[in-house]
């Protein structure tokens, strides 16, 4: 079965409120041998009302989930870990799942299914990502204090180093470059 949880909403986000029947929930599933396996949202918006098409917000132009969705798609993959008996935390990964449903290239409706890394994971846990605020698909760092030259991050607890990239197809053709990032956005 599909509950829906406390929320405020927009087109752009989602806020999970706290939950006075969550217990409840989990105890009910719990007894018809259910648990939860993913979450689903949806950004359905009619292009046409009588010909029943719908718009394709989500595509390689835009993006595929936005930067807020990842975060929270991390997070449950965080809360609902895969058992390993390989790691020593005795977890490793997640089989949660984030499901869209949206509008595809064709304007009709698909549902789409998406996995975080658990890079993405991990980036989360350790509260570094944020969403960008002007532009959906991107995420910047928790660390605004970031300088401008190097991307470095000291801190007692983490160690961020900075990102670079290279242009060319071989290592050994391009110029490694530090990664630009509007950190002030």
Known sequence: FIYEPPQNNDQKSIEF?????????????????LYCVGWIFTDLQALSISDGTVKNLRNGKTFF???QECIH?????????????????GKFGSKFVTVCISGNE????????????????????DNILLPAREHPGWHMSSYPQLNNTC????????????RCYQRGQAPSSGVSTVAATNWNS
């Open 17 to 33: 409120l706290d939950d006075p029947y969550r217990c409840v929930v989990d105890e009910i599933a719990k007894l018809l041998g």
């Open 65 to 67: 989930l936005s930067a």
């Open 73 to 89: 798609a991390a997070y449950f993959q965080n809360k609902y870990p895969s058992p390993s008996r390989l790691s020593k935390s």
């Open 106 to 125: 064709t304007n009709t409706i698909e549902m789409f299914a998406y996995q975080v890394s658990n890079q993405c994971m991990a980036l989360v846990r």
């Open 151 to 162: 991307r470095r991050v000291l801190s007692r607890e983490r160690r961020v180093r900075e």
